[in-house]
């Protein structure tokens, strides 16, 4: 169901806004990990869950701002093995993202 | 072409890329599986969730429990028919919405505006609202993942 949201006036609130349309609703086992900019340009985000399938890599998807999101996002879907392997060095973050900088912000 | 604000590139844009992708890497896959589909038709995609529901392919995909990935394909079929819909020889299934004079990502089509009168609306005036279903998340956007993966993969997929 489509719901009318606030349009987001501050970085903080578009990540909040980004993380509930992912999250609510979403598999039961999700976490997200919110990655900050320092422009606080891009809402970055990545969603581990088993229900994803296995790519191996940690490619975002990235939207432009729009009327309703006027904060560009990048949200990345991850299993629980391929972020372990994301923790231990093993597989990159795009370029840009620090993992040292993550904040876990579902549940 | 996603990645660039709206402003610069309207909805319509990128939403051609996706139906015209969709629809040729979704051919290509009935045919690899021996399916026999109508060439000349585009609606394609939509078919996909019911083709593709095979533990080979959710394996080669990467998902670990087939019941998960046939139960996103289910809930997701909706976004694959609405993907298939954004052509103009198939356009919106409503009443009189049919093929060639609805809203569709290519080419302008008429409508009467509040005066009752004809006008043209063109493609990139008007705003389909898939794109932002799929920045929201969900199955919208597990179904463009969907898609990278299966273009990734596609000769392992389908040896």
Known sequence: METVDAIPESYEEAERLLVRWHAEGGPTDLVVYSFPDVPHETVRLVEVSNEFAATGAIRPMTFGRSAEMPFRSSTALATPEEWEQVEAGRLSLPPGWDLAARRRVWP | ?159
């Open chain 2, 1 to 159: 072409m996603i990645a660039l604000d709206r402003s610069v590139v309207p909805e319509c844009h990128p939403l051609h890329y996706l139906q015209m992708a969709t629809e040729k890497m979704s051919k290509a896959a009935f045919e690899a599986l021996g399916v026999t589909t109508d060439l000349f038709s585009h609606v394609a995609f939509s078919h996909a969730p019911y083709h593709l529901a095979r533990r080979d392919v959710a394996r080669a995909l990467g998902y670990k429990d087939f019941n998960v990935y046939r139960d996103f394909l289910r809930r997701a079929a909706p976004f694959f028919r609405r993907v298939d819909e954004l052509s103009p020889s198939v356009g919106l299934q409503t009443p009189g919405g049919a093929a060639t004079d609805g809203p569709n990502v290519e080419y302008p089509w008429q409508a009467r505006n509040a005066a009752g009168a004809l006008i043209w609306i063109a493609p990139a005036e008007r705003g389909f609202g898939l794109l932002a279903q799929i920045e929201r998340g969900g199955d919208a956007a597990r179904m463009v993942e969907f898609v990278r993966t299966l273009l990734d993969r596609f000769d392992a997929v389908f040896p």
